[in-house]
Nanobody
Framework: QVQLVESGGGLVQAGGSLRLSCAASGRTFSTHAMGWFRQAPGKEREFVAA????????AYADSVKGRFTISRDNAKNTVFLQMNSLRPEDTAVYYC?????????????WGQGTQVTVSS
């Protein structure tokens, strides 16, 4: 089993930046990929970004392309999400995840989430 703990959320004005971190523990050797999802109040959880361990291949939702960057430090079992040019519609609870990424990303484990609020 893999345990995930997110950090770095907070309140920021539109156009600002935040950097989220996710520390993984447990059976991290079994993690093929890691990714981020988000969920706004009253909405379904949606995919944000994912990164593959083997070659660092990435995938992004269209809504965040060019603004968000996912990266990972395999030695430290940590994944990051750099969020720039934030918009009010980016407001959500952001969840770190671990799973597999071959053609598409599939999450198997989830963190507890961290709140990101973007003001107008």
């Amino acid at each position: 089993q893999v345990q995930l703990v997110e950090s770095g959320g907070g309140l920021v004005q539109a156009g600002g930046s935040l950097r989220l971190s996710c520390a993984a523990s447990g059976r991290t050797f079994s993690t093929h990929a890691m990714g981020w999802f988000r969920q706004a109040p009253g909405k379904e959880r949606e995919f944000v970004a994912a990164i593959r361990r083997s070659d660092s291949s990435t995938a992004y939702a269209d809504s965040v392309k060019g603004r968000f960057t996912i990266s990972r430090d395999n030695a430290k079992n940590t994944v990051f999400l750099q969020m720039n040019s934030l918009r009010p519609e980016d407001t959500a609870v952001y969840y770190c995840s671990a799973g597999s990424y071959y053609f598409t990303y599939t999450a198997d484990y989830w963190g507890q989430g961290t709140q990101v609020t973007v003001s107008s």
